[in-house]
């Protein structure tokens, strides 16, 4: 055996040096991250390190994660069927509450059939990729969340990006789009990160006048916009594929896709996310469940939500940011700088509430921003003690 001092002294480099140069990149860059714990409060406050903080970063945008209904149910439903669904849907992981809650949700989203997915990323990357071959073209709007990118490079499809809702520029790639297995236009209806919408019914002319596969993403649009809060691509016959999410206003966990019935069968046959994973566990179901019977009764609630919105970029307008163009519970602040929205995001968390700070790669170089996302339990006053905060921290 060689002692130490007989070891060569050419040692092969670090194989993990990659991540010291990753790491180190993000820290001089201003984009670091960390994770940071809190323990929720009720639907708009928090406790971190000991502090109550007004929570103006969630995705609960009707409060329901807290509503006794959605907790009844869940409990209801573990006690009823177990704490999990002990298998993938193909196997033995389909009870009947799965597939009572999938005709339930095509019922109310006006649509054929709808399938359950365990998350909305999971939902994007594998449906995406069985719809998709090498010979495919995709046609995307540049925004579009970065679950729908990874599905569309997993597919190996070619993908051209249109300028953000310039449905010009999308008709002109379509009447060039020639010798392809099949062209899939893919967007959201609402952005996740400025807050904006696509025209869904101009979406769906499109599509038909050029044979194209539609491909919505209507996660922060369900709850919250279109008939009884189910969606803006609810009742859209000729959107091919829809997906929404149930970690949002529906104030659980999961995601589903509505289609026809033709492509549920080809999913369920085809689709690798969904083939080869556990079923979402009893109680996740039952508070879905119990969401969705919900959404009728929660005009009331959808409205001041709107109403809340519109007050608070009107304020935000006054002071003169640019909330991009945004008319939906979403309200980016457009900062630019990165250190300089960090700054205010530790500003307003020094005032009591907790607005996260949005940088690259998340958003474009140059576009940093605190993402303000509303629920329907804050109040004026509450949007009054924001506006007041981020004046003193500017």
């Not at 009844?72 to 193909?90: E, P, V």
């Not at 969340?145 to 249109?162: D, K």
């Not at 594929?241 to 289609?259: E, I, R, Y």
Request: hydrophobic share 40%; net charge negative; with cysteine.
């Amino acid at each position: 055996m060689q002692s130490p001092s007989q070891l060569p002294s050419d040692l092969p480099p670090d194989k993990l040096a990659f991540v010291d140069r990753a790491l180190a990149e993000r820290q001089q860059t201003q984009r670091w991250r960390s994770l940071q714990s809190i323990t929720p409060l009720d639907a708009v406050q928090v406790l971190k390190n000991g502090r109550k903080l007004l929570n103006f970063s969630s995705n609960d945008y009707l409060g329901l994660s807290k509503h006794p209904a959605l907790i009844a149910a869940a409990q209801d439903y573990t006690a009823r069927y177990g704490t999990g669904s002990t298998a993938s849907r193909l196997v033995t992981g389909t009870y009947d509450i799965h597939q009572q809650l999938e005709e339930k949700l095509a019922i109310a989203c006006g649509r054929q059939a709808a399938l359950l997915f365990n998350s909305g990323f999971q939902a994007n990357v594998s449906l995406l990729a069985s719809l998709l071959d090498a010979r495919s073209l995709v046609l995307c709007d540049r925004l579009v969340h970065n679950s729908l990118i990874q599905g569309i490079l997993a597919s190996q499809a070619r993908f051209m990006r249109y300028a953000h809702n310039d449905l010009a520029h999308l008709e002109k790639l379509l009447h060039q789009a020639k010798d392809y297995s099949r062209v899939v236009i893919v967007t959201e209806t609402v952005f996740s990160m400025d807050g904006d919408r696509s025209d869904v019914s101009a979406l769906v002319d499109l599509a038909q006048t050029h044979n194209a596969i539609l491909y919505l993403d209507d996660a922060h649009a369900l709850g919250v916009l279109g008939e009884v809060g189910m969606g803006l691509a609810a009742h859209q016959t000729g959107a091919d594929v829809v997906v929404g999410t149930f970690g949002k206003a529906f104030g659980a966990f999961g995601a589903f896709v509505t289609c026809s019935h033709k492509l549920k069968d080809y999913f369920v046959n085809c689709c690798g996310g969904f083939i080869y994973t556990t079923a979402l566990p009893p109680a996740v179901i039952g508070a879905i469940a119990a969401a969705l019977e919900l959404m009728p009764t929660l005009e009331l609630e959808r409205q001041h939500l709107t109403q809340s919105a519109a007050y608070l970029r009107t304020q935000l307008n006054l002071l003169g940011y640019d909330t991009a163009g945004s008319n939906s519970q979403i309200v980016p602040l457009l900062v630019g700088d990165e250190a300089k929205t960090l700054r205010l995001c530790q500003g307003l968390e020094e005032s009591g509430i907790l607005a996260i700070a949005i940088r690259p790669p998340t958003v474009a170089p140059g576009t940093s921003r605190i993402r303000l996302a509303l629920s329907s339990q804050h109040q004026q006053a509450d949007l009054d003690r924001l506006v007041d905060a981020i004046q003193r921290h500017e």
